[in-house]
Nanobody, 126 residues
Framework: QVQLVESGGGLVQAGGSLRLSCAAS????????MGWFRQAPGKQREFVAR????????YYADSVKGRFTISRDNAKNTAALQMNSLKPEDTAVYYC???????????????????WGQGTQVTVSS
């Protein structure tokens, strides 16, 4: 299992930017697909972005495509989510996620996520 800790959330005005980071510890970080999910108050958790273990493949929710960029640094055991052109509807708790098993791309439901971070709050004011 991989242990995950997020950082970088905060309050930003609409149109602004934030960068979330996810620090991982545990075995073989470079063998796991990583991703981000978010959950707004009163809403279900939703998929945001995913990156493969080797960073050669990324996938985004339509709602963030072109505004958010997911990346990873396997040498540092970190993943990141660069969020630009933020909108009030991006307000949520953001969770870092790692796949349940190695060399596996989890789906958007989150059912195949094996590890979750504690979450970091992102608030976008209008």
């Amino acid at each position: 299992q991989v242990q995950l800790v997020e950082s970088g959330g905060g309050l930003v005005q609409a149109g602004g930017s934030l960068r979330l980071s996810c620090a991982a510890s545990g075995r073989a970080f470079s063998n796991y697909a990583m991703g981000w999910f978010r959950q707004a108050p009163g809403k279900q958790r939703e998929f945001v972005a995913r990156i493969s273990w080797s960073a050669d493949s990324t996938y985004y929710a339509d709602s963030v495509k072109g505004r958010f960029t997911i990346s990873r640094d396997n040498a540092k055991n970190t993943a990141a989510l660069q969020m630009n052109s933020l909108k009030p509807e991006d307000t949520a708790v953001y969770y870092c996620a790692a796949a349940r098993r190695t060399y596996y791309l989890f789906g958007v439901s989150g059912a195949d996520v094996g590890s979750w971070g504690q979450g970091t709050q992102v608030t976008v004011s209008s």
